[in-house]
């Protein structure tokens, strides 16, 4: 097969993978993008965009049979429903499909050249991609590596039968009666909660202290909280031990054996990146851990060699590896660019819902800032009380000198959509008073922004 | 897991020892085969050091400015299976003078800029992460405008709020040429001391000087030349030279006078070991040219002028010249002078007291020209006059042969035909 010869080659066209190619299109530079499944990577096929689906569907049941057991103080009754979870997942499957051909649109309107296979370094310039048709070499002037991450399995819970990752979990056909999640962070705890809506029966065995690690006590309160309400099981400060059958080997917190029966066992104990396959030991890159080093125009040690995204360290988002990919495909374009993003905001989609964008109050006085803190609860936020989710807040963190903002988070229903106003503020520079001064329409949960940052001022109106 | 010893090379020319100038590595660093290690520097030449081997560093045996003695440990490198030991080798093809860039030491009396953070008493985990706030604070458009325009953002002062930059601030200093704001006071007190570690060539210059000075008795004659008919003389033969031949200046007109006077008076061109006791007068004249190059001063040598026209040693001249400012020269063009020739001129400068390139024994110095009244007799005239102003070993040349000598070259000069002439 003849060669290809392009400017820039990019390798995984998940998030960061496609936008640098897109951006690279758009500023002229001749393309190749190779992708070994399919475009969008985990995000869009088995990631944020079908567990979106899953949970926003799985929220829509519960809700529909609140309503049924005749519980709900809205006046409103329905007969009980029925779910055809292959019928969701379909639609989900639907959403994927679209998206999917949705990036590899924006890829040709670029005039990328798309290339699918698997990709092998032969040397830093040099690309080998299996392709269905044989081996078709690629050379490049620039390399980007976008090959993301993958599930950390666990040796003595090997994926297959029962025991299932993120990615099966998301193509159940059925629900499963007795759902055991391993691992209490956030995708566990997302996906059980779904499949605790949609009926299962849910354990969750995280080993450390406290559900939702990276996150403080405060804000994972009202996720616990809304998790025992569900009737989930959570079982902190327990280790998984293994499997017999269908049946989970636990030891609990007290040291104690239990045994926990279940049709699925979900592993989510966190994703590794993807090194392995595609030829990294030929490049000899310098590693930082597990990732590969990268400095702050994400080249790798070797010239001429970026990378982007999962394989590049925390936090594992795609949004971070969207930014980073727009950043060198400028940089490959001869733009003069470092990564100087104050903030990356991170949502976890539990019920309810947490944002974070800039330092925790911990996180801040551990590095040495004094400051202040505004709190303010929804429970005094009318747009919350009239949608019946009164849990959660929003919390500020400042300088105590300036009034910067160093950190905005909050955990509550929808919150999710506040990520920009919070990103935005950091990223602006803002200090408490430009957020207090600015008008926040009524009535909605945005209020609370403002009012965290009065409260921190010292003056809140509605507490 | 083995342990792989490097060794001070052999650089050559019974070189005992060596200056570390550089270091491309620290304990702890992984370093690959053939990647360079470090940078030792002989008689102003510096050779570069590379790993045999591919491991980790263990131990560095020189701090800069070290000097170490040949088959000397280096350093220590683990590697992978056996161990062993290794004289590294200097890789002689790449013999180059380098501007040596000395580390300079932090000053710690800055005057305080920022607003120090106060760290609460009860030590704190330290994260990695630089803090947010030390990074200027400006929104993202104005970061993207001063990254396009190349504008260190911390060099801009913020009149924003909480000193946030905005675009009218980045266009005023852009205004402003992009220079650092002065203090707003005007006048400023600057208490920084900046110390600079002598090492490299400004080491070895400094060590030649002091040898130099404190064992030669210097003497320095200053005679000013006629150099008018040489000028014309020069300007003709520039105006009818080939494309291929160098423009003359007055160096190499200066270099064949010597030649031509060495013949004569020998006992300029010599080299004395003192410590021997013993003059070596030279029959080859090996002139070196005194030459400022980014790193300091190098003396790049025309050898054999004596066997070289004047077009040759125009030409070897420049070529010297730029191969030492570019750190190209090679080890041997750099050394052997019998006799050196430093030049202020284009500077000005009435006279200067050249100092001896040790261990010669004659350093001819040349001042500018310049147009003075010169009385012929019945009047003042125009004359185009230069000084040469030379210095000598007195312990080895009298004043009266320094005398000699000098006014020797004066008439070589004044008179430019007689160069050129067959003796």
């Given at each position: 097969?003849?060669?290809?010869?392009?400017?820039?080659?990019?390798?995984?066209?998940?998030?960061g993978?496609?936008?640098c190619?897109i951006?690279?299109?758009?500023?002229?530079?001749?393309?190749?993008?190779?992708?070994?499944?399919?475009?969008?990577?985990?995000?869009?096929?088995?990631?944020?965009?079908?567990?979106?689906?899953?949970?926003?569907?799985?929220?829509?049941?519960?809700?529909v049979?609140?309503?049924?057991?005749?519980?709900?103080?809205?006046?409103?009754?329905?007969?009980?429903?029925?779910l055809?979870?292959?019928?969701?997942?379909?639609?989900?499957?639907?959403i994927?499909g679209?998206?999917?051909?949705?990036v590899?649109?924006?890829?040709r309107?670029?005039?990328v050249?798309?290339?699918?296979?698997?990709?092998?370094?032969?040397?830093?310039?040099?690309?080998?991609?299996?392709?269905?048709?044989?081996?078709?070499v690629?050379?490049?002037?620039t390399?980007?590596?976008?090959?993301?991450?993958e599930?950390?399995?666990?040796?003595?819970?090997?994926?297959?039968?029962?025991?299932?990752?993120?990615?099966e979990?998301?193509?159940?056909?059925?629900?499963?009666?007795?759902?055991?999640v391993?691992?209490?962070?956030?995708?566990?705890?997302?996906?059980?909660t779904a499949?605790?809506?949609?009926?299962?029966?849910?354990?969750?065995?995280?080993?450390?202290?406290?559900?939702?690690?990276?996150?403080?006590?405060?804000?994972?309160?009202?996720?616990?909280?809304?998790?025992?309400?569900?009737?989930?099981?959570?079982?902190t400060?327990?280790?998984?031990?293994?499997?017999?059958g269908?049946?989970?080997?636990?030891?609990?917190?007290?040291?104690?054996?239990?045994?926990l029966a279940?049709?699925?066992?979900?592993?989510?104990v966190g994703?590794?990146?993807r090194t392995?396959g595609?030829?990294?030991?030929?490049?000899?890159?310098?590693?930082?851990?597990?990732?590969?080093?990268?400095?702050?125009?994400?080249?790798?040690?070797?010239?001429?060699?970026?990378?982007?995204?999962?394989?590049?360290?925390?936090?594992?988002?795609?949004h971070?590896?969207?930014?980073?990919?727009?950043?060198?495909?400028?940089?490959v374009?001869g733009k003069?660019?470092?990564?100087?993003?104050?903030?990356?905001?991170?949502?976890?989609?539990?019920?309810?819902?947490?944002?974070?964008?800039g330092?925790?109050?911990?996180?801040?006085?551990?590095?040495?800032?004094?400051?202040?803190?505004?709190?303010?609860?929804?429970?005094?936020?009318?747009?919350?009380?009239t949608?019946?989710?009164?849990d959660?807040?929003?919390?500020?963190?400042?300088?105590?000198d300036s009034?910067?903002?160093?950190?905005?988070?909050?955990?509550?229903?929808?919150?999710?959509?506040?990520?920009?106003a919070?990103?935005?503020a950091?990223?602006?520079g803002?200090?408490?008073?430009?957020?207090?001064?600015?008008?926040?329409?009524?009535?909605?949960?945005?209020e609370?922004?403002?009012?965290?940052?009065?409260?921190?001022?010292?003056?809140?109106?509605?507490? | 897991?083995?342990?792989f010893?490097?060794?001070?090379?052999?650089?050559?020319?019974?070189?005992?020892?060596?200056e570390?100038?550089?270091?491309?590595?620290k304990?702890g660093d992984?370093?690959?085969?053939d990647?360079?290690?470090?940078?030792?520097m002989?008689?102003?030449?510096?050779?570069?050091?590379?790993?045999?081997?591919?491991?980790?560093?263990?131990?560095?045996?020189?701090?800069i400015?070290?000097?170490?003695?040949?088959?000397a440990?280096?350093m220590?490198?683990?590697?992978?299976?056996e161990?062993?030991?290794?004289?590294?080798?200097?890789?002689?093809?790449?013999?180059?003078?380098?501007?040596?860039?000395?580390p300079i030491?932090?000053?710690?009396?800055?005057?305080?800029?920022?607003?120090?953070?106060?760290?609460?008493?009860?030590?704190?985990?330290?994260?990695?992460?630089?803090?947010?706030?030390?990074?200027?604070?400006?929104?993202p458009a104005?970061?993207?405008?001063?990254?396009?325009?190349?504008?260190?953002?911390?060099?801009?002062?913020?009149?924003?709020?909480?000193?946030?930059?905005?675009?009218?601030?980045?266009?005023?200093?852009?205004?402003?040429?992009?220079?650092?704001q002065?203090a707003?006071?005007?006048?400023?007190?600057?208490?920084?001391?900046?110390?600079?570690?002598?090492?490299?060539l400004?080491?070895?210059?400094s060590e030649?000087?002091?040898?130099?000075?404190?064992?030669?008795?210097?003497?320095?004659?200053?005679?000013?030349?006629?150099?008018?008919d040489?000028?014309?003389?020069?300007?003709?033969?520039?105006?009818?030279?080939?494309?291929?031949?160098?423009?003359?200046?007055?160096?190499?007109?200066?270099?064949?006078?010597?030649?031509?006077?060495?013949?004569?008076?020998?006992?300029?061109?010599?080299?004395?070991?003192?410590?021997a006791?013993?003059?070596?007068?030279?029959?080859?004249?090996?002139?070196?040219?005194?030459t400022?190059?980014?790193?300091?001063?190098?003396?790049?040598?025309?050898r054999?002028?004596?066997?070289?026209?004047?077009?040759?040693?125009a030409?070897?001249?420049?070529?010297?010249?730029?191969?030492?400012?570019?750190?190209?020269?090679l080890?041997?063009?750099?050394?052997?002078s019998?006799?050196?020739?430093t030049?202020?001129?284009?500077?000005?400068?009435?006279?200067?007291?050249?100092?001896?390139?040790?261990?010669?024994?004659?350093?001819?110095?040349?001042?500018k020209?310049?147009?003075?009244?010169?009385?012929?007799?019945?009047?003042?005239?125009?004359?185009?006059?230069?000084?040469?102003?030379?210095?000598?070993?007195?312990?080895?040349?009298?004043g009266w042969?320094?005398?000699?000598?000098?006014?020797?070259?004066?008439?070589?000069?004044?008179?430019?035909?007689l160069?050129?002439?067959?003796s």
């Amino acid at each position: 097969m003849k060669e290809i010869v392009c400017k820039l080659l990019v390798i995984g066209a998940g998030p960061g993978g496609y936008i640098c190619a897109i951006r690279a299109g758009q500023l002229g530079i001749d393309t190749v993008i190779v992708e070994a499944v399919k475009a969008g990577g985990t995000c869009l096929n088995i990631g944020c965009i079908p567990s979106k689906a899953l949970i926003h569907a799985a929220e829509e049941f519960e809700k529909v049979s609140h309503m049924a057991a005749a519980k709900s103080p809205l006046g409103i009754s329905v007969e009980t429903p029925k779910l055809d979870l292959a019928k969701t997942i379909a639609w989900k499957d639907g959403i994927v499909g679209r998206l999917n051909s949705g990036v590899l649109g924006l890829l040709r309107k670029a005039r990328v050249k798309i290339v699918h296979g698997r990709a092998k370094f032969r040397d830093g310039k040099t690309v080998e991609v299996e392709t269905e048709t044989g081996t078709q070499v690629i050379r490049a002037e620039t390399i980007v590596i976008a090959t993301g991450s993958e599930p950390v399995e666990l040796p003595f819970l090997p994926f297959g039968g029962p025991v299932i990752s993120s990615t099966e979990a998301l193509s159940l056909k059925t629900v499963p009666q007795k759902l055991v999640v391993v691992g209490g962070g956030y995708i566990g705890l997302e996906l059980g909660t779904a499949f605790a809506k949609l009926g299962s029966k849910v354990t969750v065995v995280e080993a450390t202290s406290q559900i939702l690690p990276q996150y403080d006590a405060e804000l994972v309160k009202p996720v616990a909280k809304r998790l025992a309400d569900l009737g989930i099981r959570v079982l902190t400060g327990a280790k998984a031990k293994g499997l017999s059958g269908n049946t989970l080997l636990i030891e609990t917190a007290e040291g104690a054996e239990e045994q926990l029966a279940a049709d699925k066992i979900l592993v989510t104990v966190g994703r590794k990146p993807r090194t392995e396959g595609w030829g990294l030991d030929e490049l000899d890159l310098d590693r930082a851990g597990k990732f590969l080093r990268i400095d702050d125009r994400c080249r790798t040690s070797m010239r001429g060699v970026h990378a982007i995204g999962d394989i590049t360290g925390e936090p594992m988002l795609a949004h971070r590896a969207m930014a980073q990919g727009e950043m060198v495909a400028e940089i490959v374009a001869g733009k003069k660019r470092t990564w100087d993003k104050r903030c990356i905001p991170a949502v976890c989609f539990t019920d309810p819902e947490i944002v974070t964008a800039g330092l925790s109050p911990d996180e801040a006085r551990a590095q040495g800032y004094e400051i202040r803190v505004g709190q303010f609860p929804f429970s005094a936020n009318g747009r919350a009380m009239t949608m019946l989710s009164e849990d959660g807040f929003v919390r500020i963190v400042a300088r105590a000198d300036s009034n910067l903002v160093l950190g905005i988070q909050a955990v509550g229903s929808g919150v999710s959509e506040l990520s920009s106003a919070f990103a935005l503020a950091i990223e602006m520079g803002a200090r408490l008073e430009d957020i207090a001064a600015t008008i926040h329409a009524h009535p909605t949960r945005s209020e609370g922004f403002q009012e965290a940052a009065l409260k921190a001022l010292g003056h809140a109106l509605h507490i | 897991m083995g342990e792989f010893i490097i060794k001070m090379p052999d650089v050559g020319e019974g070189v005992a020892e060596a200056e570390l100038v550089e270091w491309h590595c620290k304990v702890g660093d992984p370093v690959r085969e053939d990647m360079i290690l470090a940078a030792v520097m002989t008689d102003k030449a510096t050779v570069e050091i590379p790993s045999p081997v591919t491991g980790t560093v263990l131990w560095l045996g020189a701090e800069i400015g070290d000097t170490v003695a040949v088959k000397a440990p280096l350093m220590r490198i683990q590697v992978a299976g056996e161990g062993g030991e290794v004289e590294a080798v200097a890789m002689a093809e790449t013999v180059t003078v380098e501007f040596v860039e000395p580390p300079i030491a932090k000053s710690e009396s800055h005057p305080p800029v920022e607003t120090k953070k106060s760290i609460p008493s009860t030590p704190v985990a330290k994260t990695p992460a630089q803090p947010h706030a030390d990074k200027p604070l400006a929104s993202p458009a104005v970061r993207l405008r001063a990254q396009d325009g190349g504008i260190d953002l911390r060099q801009v002062s913020g009149t924003g709020p909480a000193g946030r930059i905005t675009h009218d601030d980045l266009d005023q200093f852009l205004a402003r040429g992009a220079q650092p704001q002065p203090a707003s006071s005007g006048l400023a007190k600057k208490t920084a001391v900046e110390e600079i570690k002598v090492t490299g060539l400004r080491r070895r210059i400094s060590e030649k000087m002091v040898l130099a000075t404190s064992r030669i008795p210097h003497i320095t004659y200053v005679e000013e030349i006629d150099v008018t008919d040489l000028e014309d003389l020069r300007a003709t033969m520039n105006a009818t030279r080939k494309p291929d031949q160098t423009k003359l200046t007055i160096l190499p007109f200066l270099m064949r006078a010597l030649v031509k006077t060495i013949d004569e008076q020998p006992v300029v061109n010599a080299t004395f070991d003192d410590d021997a006791g013993i003059i070596s007068r030279h029959a080859a004249v090996h002139i070196g040219i005194a030459t400022q190059t980014p790193a300091g001063l190098t003396v790049p040598v025309v050898r054999h002028a004596e066997a070289r026209g004047i077009w040759d040693c125009a030409a070897e001249v420049v070529r010297l010249a730029e191969a030492a400012r570019t750190g190209s020269a090679l080890r041997e063009e750099l050394s052997g002078s019998t006799i050196t020739i430093t030049s202020l001129g284009a500077m000005g400068g009435i006279a200067t007291t050249p100092i001896i390139n040790h261990p010669e024994v004659a350093i001819v110095g040349v001042n500018k020209i310049m147009t003075r009244p010169v009385w012929d007799g019945s009047q003042f005239i125009p004359r185009k006059m230069m000084n040469l102003s030379s210095s000598f070993d007195h312990r080895v040349v009298d004043g009266w042969d320094a005398a000699t000598f000098v006014q020797r070259i004066k008439a070589l000069l004044e008179t430019p035909a007689l160069i050129f002439i067959e003796s």
